[in-house]
């Protein structure tokens, strides 16, 4: 029986990485293979970014998908994604594509993030009121950050609320947390995980968010907002600033246009869902999910100047709805979900992929996983 019951393991854990077997290597230039990971309807797909992001191949991940979070451990050298099908905590080797762990915590693990030295990584859970602090090789929780639910708006509510999406400071000393329709940004010490302090409140419910590498700034889409709002991280020389900035974004007139009957009912119940600040701190980049844009601010100055609009639709008659966006590890391009491949600094689309929401940069070297983006 013992013997059978490995063999099935085995066979489960062969079926969970297929393609290992096959698997493709990137191409190398100046020493590293950059990889770029995508999670797609029932696993991951694997892009190239040197070699014009070409595919090179496709891990299915069975009873699996509806993934709401990617990160990854380079001390590990393991990758994490969440699935809301049977609300797994799932952990991939780099090395072999192969599934070494699958962990039920609670209900709807969402958008999580590992702290930088690799060890603990601090996942949401959506119909839950709390983070829990994750030990990245095991799997196992080591803490418990308690943080709220949050209250459904009486008009246009969004659906599932609480615990949301995460942010960890370049140190790994502070977690950045977001709770649906909770106006804040919560903080809690990753020492003591305890919440230390909030920056807000904001306009509305706090959706994406992200934050300056040195924790002045927060950038946050929020609720019926196109655009995005920004807080202080601290009040003079007290942890917990207010709001400072709101951004209204505007839609160019001839999208507005080309779609004269949007839906009512928005992707992600809001106009913006989808922000992140560019590797070298200078822009600001947000989506606009309705008329399938992404627009780049110059947050150099404040208010944030506007840059560009960068439209993700290949013609006029596609309607993309992007939903997040993300940056490569050296700033070069920029990654909404919409199916495009920007170059940041020429705001032109320089490839088309089917890109998710959930998709990370792992680069390699001599085949071992050495540095890893985020969400």
């Given at each position: 029986?013992?013997?059978l019951?490995?063999?099935?393991?085995a066979?489960w854990?062969?079926?969970?990485?297929?393609g290992a077997?096959?698997?493709?290597?990137?191409k190398?230039?100046?020493?590293?293979?950059?990889?770029?990971y995508?999670?797609d309807?029932?696993?991951?797909?694997?892009?190239?970014?040197?070699?014009?992001?070409?595919?090179?191949?496709?891990?299915?991940?069975p009873?699996?998908?509806?993934?709401?979070g990617i990160?990854?451990?380079?001390?590990?050298?393991?990758?994490?994604?969440?699935?809301?099908?049977?609300d797994?905590?799932?952990?991939?080797?780099?090395k072999?594509?192969?599934?070494?762990?699958?962990?039920k915590h609670?209900?709807?693990?969402?958008?999580?993030?590992?702290?930088?030295?690799?060890r603990?990584?601090y996942?949401p859970y959506r119909?839950?009121?709390?983070?829990?602090a994750?030990?990245?090789?095991?799997?196992?929780?080591?803490?418990?950050i308690q943080?709220?639910r949050?209250?459904?708006?009486?008009?246009d509510?969004?659906g599932s609320i609480?615990?949301?999406?995460t942010?960890?400071?370049?140190a790994?000393t502070?977690v950045?947390m977001?709770?649906?329709?909770?106006?804040?940004v919560y903080v809690?010490?990753?020492?003591?995980?305890?919440?230390?302090?909030?920056?807000?409140p904001?306009?509305?419910?706090?959706?994406p968010?992200?934050v300056?590498?040195?924790?002045?700034?927060v950038?946050?889409?929020?609720?019926a907002?196109?655009?995005?709002?920004?807080g202080?991280?601290?009040?003079?020389?007290?942890?917990?600033?207010?709001?400072?900035?709101?951004?209204?974004?505007?839609?160019?007139?001839?999208r507005?246009?080309?779609?004269?009957?949007p839906?009512?009912?928005?992707?992600?119940?809001?106009?913006?869902?989808g922000?992140n600040?560019s590797p070298?701190?200078k822009?600001?980049w947000?989506?606009d999910?309705v008329?399938?844009?992404?627009?780049?601010?110059d947050?150099t100055?404040?208010p944030?100047?506007?840059?560009?609009?960068?439209?993700?639709?290949k013609?006029?008659?596609e309607?993309?709805?992007?939903?997040?966006i993300s940056?490569?590890?050296?700033?070069?391009?920029?990654?909404?979900?919409?199916?495009?491949?920007?170059d940041?600094?020429?705001k032109?689309?320089?490839a088309?992929?089917?890109?998710?929401?959930k998709?990370?940069?792992?680069?390699f070297?001599?085949?071992k996983?050495v540095?890893?983006?985020?969400r």
């Open positions: 029986m013992k013997r019951i490995a063999l099935f393991a066979g854990l062969g079926a969970a990485g297929l077997a096959s698997k493709s290597n990137g190398e230039v100046d020493g590293l293979e950059r990889l770029l995508v999670t309807k029932s696993g991951i797909s694997v892009y190239d970014i040197n070699d014009g992001h070409k595919l090179l191949r496709r891990i299915d991940i009873n699996t998908g509806a993934y709401k990160a990854a451990s380079m001390r590990y050298g393991l990758l994490y994604f969440t699935s809301n099908v049977e797994d905590l799932i952990a991939l080797d780099l072999t594509d192969q599934v070494v762990w699958k962990k609670g209900k709807y693990p969402d958008s999580m993030m590992v702290t930088p030295d690799g603990t990584m996942v119909d839950e009121d709390y983070w829990l994750v030990d990245c090789k095991t799997g196992e929780p080591k803490a418990k943080v709220g949050g209250k459904n708006y009486d008009v509510p969004i609480g615990p949301h999406n942010w960890i400071n370049p790994g502070r950045y977001e709770v649906l329709t909770e106006p804040w809690a010490d990753t020492k003591t995980n305890q919440r230390i302090f909030k920056v807000g904001f306009s509305k419910g706090v959706r968010f992200t300056t590498d040195d924790e002045k700034l950038f946050a889409n929020v609720d907002l196109l655009g995005f709002e920004v202080a991280v601290k009040d003079g020389a007290k942890w917990g600033g207010g709001m400072l900035h709101r951004v209204e974004a505007k839609t160019p007139p001839e507005l246009k080309q779609i004269p009957n839906p009512r009912r928005k992707p992600h119940s809001t106009p913006s869902h922000i600040i070298d701190q822009e600001v947000v989506v999910g008329y399938g844009y992404v627009y780049a601010y947050v100055v404040m944030p100047k506007f840059v560009a609009a960068v439209p993700l639709f013609d006029p008659g309607q993309p709805h992007p939903g997040w940056f490569s590890l050296d700033g070069k391009y920029v990654y909404p979900d919409g199916g495009a491949v920007i940041a600094k020429t032109q689309i320089v088309r992929i089917p890109t998710s929401e998709l990370i940069e792992i680069d070297k001599n085949g996983p540095r890893a983006g985020h």
